[in-house]
């Protein structure tokens, strides 16, 4: 029973028994790990506030061969969420990239992209609700892209012939895309260029620079997400929705 250690970000957590949480976190060394954390609902736990979700955390645990969840031993707040997280319009959308996490990241399998990717989301600035949805929408598309089933938006999916810069496009069944010349039925989902440009744009900016560059663009950006949703829905067999207000402590 090996002692694991490993920086990690706390993700949510359940309230377990009298006294206990289960708390789920995305650590940098293994992936996704859901512990127990004994007395960590006592007032004078030796937990503090290191377990309030969206903190990061130097974390401490033990792993046991039979069973899925991990024994939590010790948690030191590197970076407590409190002041981040204390703004429902920040706390709602990052239950959202959490959610979107639990649904892609595999347990026990570590990721070290997507740690640094989850940690920049959490630094990024949001005020308004178009910043909290342009960070949503960069979410979206970076955790469809690391799972490999973000569409190719470059080429035609038919022809596979490059789009040109100005080109509109409908949509695919694979939401791929069409061009003009191979779209035989009218009426499909028009993709324009600001689209794709928002979708391209994803992989050469940090979060905050891209939520710089989309708050402008609410009504492509809302177009863009629904989109992203609904392949994400098709992925995980179940749709995942952003909630305006949440507690911290689901119990
Ligand atoms: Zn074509």
Known sequence: MPLCESESIVLKSYNLAEADRIVVFFTREFGMIRGVAKGSRRTKSKFGSALEPFSEVSLEYFEKDDR???SIQNADLIRSAF???AKPER????AYVAELLIAFAPPHDPNETLYRMVRACLDADIHKPAES???RLYFEIWILRLGGVLPDWTNCGVCKRTFR???SASLGAGFDLICGDCSRSPGKEMIAPLHRHLLFATKKLAPADYIA???DQAAAVSELSSLMRRQISVVVGRSIEHHQFVSTFDS
């Open 68 to 70: 899925e969840l991990v």
């Open 133 to 135: 949805a342009a960070l």
């Open 165 to 167: 810069d100005p080109e």
């Open 91 to 94: 706390l709602a959308t990052y």
């Open 213 to 215: 560059e989309a708050v």
């Open 83 to 85: 002041s981040t997280a």
